[in-house]
T-cell receptor, first 112, second 114 residues
Framework: QQKVQQSPESLIVPEGAMTSLNCTFSDSASQYFAWYRQHSGKAPKALMSIFSNGEKEEGRFTIHLNKASLHFSLHIRDSQPSDSALYLCAVIASGGNYKPTFGKGTSLVVHP | EAAVTQSPRSKVAVTGGKVTLSCHQTNNHDYMYWYRQDTGHGLRLIHYSYVADSTEKGDIPDGYKASRPSQENFSLILELASLSQTAVYFC?????????????FGPGTRLTVL
């Protein structure tokens, strides 16, 4: 069974800082990797996704994937108070098993 | 934007009672999912479905049943509710698992079992 772990569990950063969130997975055949953001009391919402090794940038957000290291990460440049939320990583394996597996989340607080 | 609705939005149930949570999507998506969220556990997959009239077990299916009578509707059924099933339940849908695997979540149902 796929194991997905996130670190750190919680993070407090000042406004304007670079924030880095990490996710490790256990199934080397995994093919889809995504980050979701969940503001307090709201539904999770997809932020970014990646399929192949490398880097993808969208605005202030960058996702890195290294399949050999079983690791992907999310970097937030110029963090804003509105970025304060629970960040969840999700992984989908291959081989006909379409079950998505989520990590437990990283709680981010960006203080002004 | 893709739309997923859930009903009820909150419910209080008694131990041993039957609870049905409903989910409806207007996205024309084939895949639908039920998750529960507890503090410290993130999102855990209960059941999912990729076609009407068929459901699959997720990672924590014990104590739950699912029903997918149509592409648009997906229900989660607790036949004998227990205290440990108190949680927030999210339904989600996605177009595909591959290139379009982004999941769209409903607003959630807060279930309290007393």
């Amino acid at each position: 069974q796929q194991k997905v772990q996130q670190s750190p569990e919680s993070l407090i950063v000042p406004e304007g800082a670079m924030t880095s969130l990490n996710c490790t997975f256990s199934d080397s055949a995994s093919q889809y990797f995504a980050w979701y953001r969940q503001h307090s009391g709201k539904a999770p919402k997809a932020l970014m996704s990646i399929f192949s090794n490398g880097e993808k940038e969208e605005g202030r957000f960058t996702i890195h994937l290294n399949k050999a290291s079983l690791h992907f990460s999310l970097h937030i440049r110029d963090s804003q108070p509105s970025d304060s939320a629970l960040y969840l990583c999700a992984v989908i394996a291959s081989g006909g098993n379409y079950k998505p597996t989520f990590g437990k989340g990283t709680s981010l607080v960006v203080h002004p | 934007e893709a739309a997923v609705t859930q009903s009820p939005r909150s419910k209080v149930a008694v131990t041993g009672g039957k609870v049905t949570l409903s989910c409806h999507q207007t996205n024309n998506h084939d895949y639908m999912y039920w998750y529960r969220q507890d503090t410290g556990h993130g999102l855990r997959l209960i059941h999912y479905s990729y076609v009407a009239d068929s459901t699959e077990k997720g990672d924590i299916p014990d104590g739950y049943k699912a029903s997918r009578p149509s592409q648009e509707n997906f229900s989660l059924i607790l036949e004998l509710a227990s205290l440990s099933q108190t949680a927030v339940y999210f339904c989600a849908s996605s177009l595909d698992w591959g290139g379009y695997a982004e999941q769209f979540f409903g607003p959630g149902t807060r279930l309290t079992v007393l």
